[in-house]
């Protein structure tokens, strides 16, 4: 366990460094050392088998990411990569407070589904005070309240070959040759029904700020900030997400990082 923290520090470590001497304004300060054949990213990519298995291994399916109490909340959770999509879609939707908003729940399941904000809220919820750790190598204490994706997957229910949820966010990160590159993040099954993985719509007892990933966005609390995809208006359901966009299952890990981010 203890050295396997030091190889997560180490990890770390490589990180800041990375980002020394450039503001600590978002991911994309790592680009320039996630070339294709940068030994930084040929680390990165050769340690991500090996910190899944053994985290599995040593964590179990179950554990529990560490709770914190209300005194122990640090400032307003400080907002990170996008903080205001400008598509036309988001724009329209957040303009009338999200009341025309919907999640879609789709692709390997039973019975697929659409739900609205209130509809959303009026679903058992979950509330827990959790450190968010980048990858930048700064973390934040704040308290989430959503509904656990456990929940709605009970309600949509997954078919055998359901093996990733996939998470589509509003905000575009850039142009490519095949289009608009939108965020988006996948996680396991194991995650997915995890009872601290929730769908957020509050924080620190108000409405998600649009900064912070109004009106939905996941926390998926055992890995890295970046896992927790806001701006949500569809999950679907999978068997392989190699189909999708570059085929490493999330925005951040087409651009070198770890698909499984685990802390
Ligand atoms: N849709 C979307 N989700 C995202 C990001 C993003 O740019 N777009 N940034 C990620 C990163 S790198 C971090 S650290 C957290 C930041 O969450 P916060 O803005 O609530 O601090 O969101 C993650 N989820
Ligand atoms: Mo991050």
């Not at 490589?14 to 450039?22: C, H, I, P």
């Not at 304004?25 to 050392?33: I, K, L, N, R, Y």
């Amino acid at each position: 366990m203890s050295r396997f923290k030091l190889n997560r520090r180490k990890f770390l470590t490589v990180g800041a460094a990375g980002a020394a001497g450039a503001a600590l304004t978002g991911c994309d300060v790592f680009d320039p050392m996630l070339r294709s054949g940068h030994p930084v990213r040929d680390f990165m990519i050769g340690a991500n088998g090996l910190t899944e298995a053994v985290q599995r291994t040593l964590m179990g399916r179950d554990s529990m990411a560490k709770e914190f109490s209300e005194s122990e909340i640090r400032q307003g959770m400080r907002p990170n990569g996008s903080t205001n999509p400008n598509t036309m879609e988001y724009m329209f939707l957040s303009q009338g407070n999200f009341s025309l908003y919907h999640l879609e729940v789709d692709g390997l399941v039973e019975s697929p589904m659409r739900f609205n904000l209130e509809e959303l809220r009026n679903m058992p919820s979950r509330t827990q005070i959790t450190r968010h750790d980048c990858v930048e190598g700064w973390s934040c204490i704040a308290k989430w309240t959503g509904v656990p994706l456990g929940h709605i997957l009970e309600q949509v229910q997954p078919q055998a070959n359901a093996n990733y949820a996939v998470f589509h966010c509003f905000d575009v990160m850039g142009v490519g040759l095949s289009g608009e590159i939108p965020y988006y993040e996948s996680i396991d099954m194991i995650d997915a029904y995890h009872p601290q993985t929730i769908l957020a719509y509050g924080m620190n007892d108000a409405v998600l700020p649009v900064e912070n990933g109004a009106p939905l966005r996941l926390r998926v609390e055992r890995q890295l900030g970046y896992k927790m995809a806001k701006y949500v208006y569809r999950i679907e359901l999978v068997e392989s997400f190699s189909h999708l966009h570059r085929g490493n299952g999330s925005y951040w890990a087409d651009h070198g990082y770890e698909w499984y981010a685990g802390i």
